[in-house]
């Protein structure tokens, strides 16, 4: 039962974006990030720029554009929040197309799709150009605690196994006829978990005495 | 919470707060987990993740899922919980591009801080007063799961005050917020109070919630007659 190398958004290939050293590439998301949060949503060119940049850095890296953009979905939530904004907002208001809205809070809704859709890109770019490994040896080399890096190694190296323990737990359900469609089925979901969780907890038990019995100390 | 939600001060501060929360969870999970602490907070976090996956249908189409919160505080002690949902959140945001990066901070203050510390205290603050019965243990986590959503979305809007980028008078920030929370805490408290009642059913001595009414329990030996 080997874990599979890379993970759901890893995109593999070989480029200088996906070479680079990981602890570099989370310093740049993270300075990029900071100065598009920075950056005032007057400056539209600003803006260009930043996605300019940014594609240029994913063109470098092969990933393709198709491979990207429909993974973008994870930020869907929040546009619509932005598109309450202009409605809920104080200060003056303007006519957009027969519709009256706040004008500050047309310019706000504007700047959350703008900087949130820069970041889920540049994260994207992160996630598929650098491999969990490669991300962990980085935030070690970023001096974050060793505790905690090695919370998240265990995660990661566990992940794959826990998820498909809980598909295999909802085919079994599934298999005897069972579809969930209401609240009145959480009773039989929340026994899956549970019955989840003892088992998570029991193999991390597990992980753990056989580490201990190979001498780890920590 | 994506980027551009709430300006950069606001964002480092709450970075701060998450930080030295973190570092406070490191520390007190050491305790709680008596020793060495990667490989079974990896394993509670990864419970959480695949928990946060499983969709619970609501009707008419849509779903909810879990935020895990008060549920990982009464399974394995509220600093535990903290790491673990941090751990989730980092994870989620480095390699999922789920939430974004500058918005790491605010979301391990919300989800994991305050989620986990007041569904832990209203839980330990109601089981103090109720007798000590693993009975009892699950409805304490509901309502305790319940409360720690609003107050998160309280906690958010009041971070929006400070920092927020667009100008959204605070009284309706807070009663949206507030209002569309209490109706996901009604659904995190039906969870939580189910997967705890059914963990407590047949393996309470791994729920942390449940040590002290397993400490008072008697000893009972049972002879089956002759």
């Known amino acids: ?218 | 919470m994506p980027d551009g939600f709430l300006n950069a001060p606001t964002s480092l501060a709450t970075g701060a707060v998450a930080a030295a929360g973190l570092a406070l969870a490191l520390r007190g999970a050491r305790r709680e987990l008596d020793g060495p602490t990667a490989p079974m907070a990896g394993l509670v976090a990864t419970f959480v993740f695949a928990a946060q996956m499983l969709n619970f249908p609501v009707g008419a189409g849509t779903s909810g899922h879990l935020l895990g919160g008060a549920l990982a505080a009464v399974l394995v002690g509220p600093w535990t919980a903290v790491l673990c949902l941090s751990v989730v959140l980092i994870v989620q945001s480095l390699l999922f591009a789920d939430g974004g990066i500058t918005a790491l901070g605010t979301n391990i203050t919300l989800i994991s801080l305050v989620g986990v510390l007041v569904g832990w205290a209203v839980t330990r603050v109601l089981l103090a007063m109720l007798p000590k019965r693993v009975g009892v243990i699950a409805p304490a986590a509901a309502i305790g799961a319940f409360l720690s959503v609003p107050t998160a979305a309280g906690v958010f809007a009041a971070l929006y005050a400070l920092g927020g980028t667009a100008p959204l008078p605070f009284g309706s920030v807070l009663t949206a917020m507030v209002g569309w929370h209490v109706v996901i805490g009604l659904g995190e408290a039906a969870i939580t109070g189910l997967v705890v009642a059914s963990i407590v059913g047949v393996r309470p001595d791994l729920v942390y919630a449940a040590r002290p009414a397993l400490a008072a329990r008697p000893l009972q030996l049972a002879t089956a007659p002759r």
């Open chain 1, 1 to 218: 039962m080997g874990a599979p190398h890379g993970h759901r958004l890893h995109f593999h290939t070989h480029s200088p974006v996906h070479a680079m050293a990981a602890h570099l590439k989370v310093l740049a998301l993270v300075g990029f990030m900071l100065c598009v949060v920075l950056t005032p949503r007057t400056w539209l060119p600003a803006f260009a720029g930043y996605l300019a940049a940014l594609l240029l850095v994913i063109s470098v890296s092969g990933v393709p554009l198709r491979y990207v953009v429909p993974r973008m979905v994870v930020e869907v939530p929040f546009l619509a929040f932005a598109a309450l904004m202009p409605f809920l907002s104080a200060g003056p208001r303007i006519e957009v197309l027969g519709v009256a809205m706040s004008r500050p809070g047309l310019e706000a809704g504007t700047a959350l799709v703008i900087k949130g859709s820069l970041g889920v890109l540049a994260s994207l770019t992160l996630a598929a150009t650098t491999e969990p490994h490669e991300l962990l040896s980085g935030l070690r080399r970023l001096r974050v605690p060793a505790a905690l890096v090695d919370v998240m190694a265990f995660m990661l190296r566990y992940l794959d196994v826990v998820t498909d323990e809980l598909r295999r737990m909802r085919i079994a359900v599934d298999s005897r006829g069972f579809s969930a469609r209401s609240p009145r089925h959480w009773a039989v979901l929340a026994t899956s978990l549970g019955a989840l969780f003892v088992r998570s907890y029991e193999r991390g038990e597990r992980v753990h005495r056989a580490m201990l019995s190979r001498g780890y100390e920590r």
